[in-house]
């Protein structure tokens, strides 16, 4: 199976890294893709994904960090171009197979709507313009992300929306436009309405993923996520499914070649 969103360069992991990527080969994890989330972490990402043959990486700027590409009224400023343009060089390394985490997060609201809007435009430039599929982050924007993504053009590549928490109407949006959701450990929380999403939209749209250090799934609520975790997300969308894991993890793993083409290094 395979870990479609994985942050091993987080502190979190301090210098363990190595160590977690052996504990989820040991538990079946054949890939990682490791997302940058500005461009420090871009950087590491590249970085990790040269030390490791499983492992692959995103660059982009978070919503949360619009302001390093654009003003509070939206509009990109020299350092953002600047920032643009070295987001476009590490993206022609063969390992980065895709622009992300991109989007918008009215939860925290951490930089200006304007500067969101304009940042998410951009970087969707920049993956048309690379030919990479995107990795969406939203947070509290379902409504305003789709209808933002419909005006502006769609990617031609696709992409995933990532740790995804949206409603019939979100599921319905992908699937109609050909993205995948990506799901992760809360779909194994008693009260998370994901397990609908799940079965609305079948193994086929599904990339599964861990978001470690984040959202750990039952029963490690409370610590540090880690990869190797991956198999009790696997399990819990089997059960919704009513599906052999080995199916869907057959079937997800399949998905994700499709949407990153990741190259030949996925050892089975
Ligand atoms: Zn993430």
Redesign the pocket.
Known sequence: MIDS?V?LNRHEFGDEAGEVVARARAAGVTAFLN?G?DLQTSRASLALAEQYADVWATVGIHPHDALLLADEEGRLTDDGRRRLEELEALSRHPKVVAIG?IGLDFFRDLSPRPAQHAALAAQLELAARRDLPVVF?VRDAWEPMLAFVDQVGLPPRRGVL??FSGDNRAVDWALERGFRLGIGGVVTYRQSTLPGMVARAGCDPLLLET?APWLPPVPHRGQRNEPAWLGLVLDTVAGILQMEPGEVERRTDASFTALFRPGKAITP
């Open positions: 969103h942050h997302v989330y985490e982050h990532h740790a978001d």
